[in-house]
């Protein structure tokens, strides 16, 4: 373990040093109970191998981890029956990670919880006036997954 991993609460966690009510593990993940859930069942599935964040992880413990997140969150479903879920992952500061370990939030959903909207309202988001630049961007990022462009 480096010493990146010894600062990691979520390593803690995986090396069973960390306090966390586990729920699910395997050779390559883990989920768990955060210990301020914002919902009841809120679940945390992380990796076992210390990554920051998604784009640092290569694509087969990437495949690992979203397996993980689909066994859980169904197993969510069928326990707790919420009316939703919300899967999310933030990778980096801005995007609100708190916590430089990859990790996704398995989030059951009821009218009036305490998780609210994660979403602007309507009319306060991004407004994109600018059709070529958008068909501009819409082509590098194309260009960049080389696929052909679709009008």
């Given at each position: 373990m480096d010493a990146r991993e010894q600062a990691c609460v979520f390593c803690e966690i995986v090396a069973g040093t960390g306090r966390a009510r586990v729920v699910y593990e395997?050779?390559?993940?883990?989920?768990f109970f955060p210990l301020a859930p914002a919902t009841r069942g809120h679940t945390l599935v992380v990796p076992r191998?210390?990554?920051?964040?998604?784009?640092?992880?290569?694509?087969?413990?990437?495949?690992r981890l979203f397996q993980t997140v689909m066994v859980v969150g169904r197993a969510l479903r069928a326990v707790l029956?919420?009316?939703?879920?919300?899967?999310i992952n933030s990778a980096g500061a801005v995007a609100s990670q708190s916590v430089l370990h990859t990790h996704v939030h398995l989030v059951p959903r009821r009218p009036g919880d305490a998780m609210?909207?994660?979403?602007?309202?309507k009319g306060g988001g991004f407004r994109d006036?600018?059709?070529a630049a958008t068909a501009t961007l819409a082509d590098r990022l194309s260009a960049a997954l080389r696929?052909?462009?679709r009008d």
């Open positions: 395997d050779a390559h993940t883990l989920a191998a210390h990554s920051a964040d998604l784009w640092a992880m290569d694509e087969a413990d990437a495949q029956e919420p009316d939703g879920m919300n899967v609210g909207h994660i979403w602007p309202p006036e600018d059709d696929v052909p462009t």
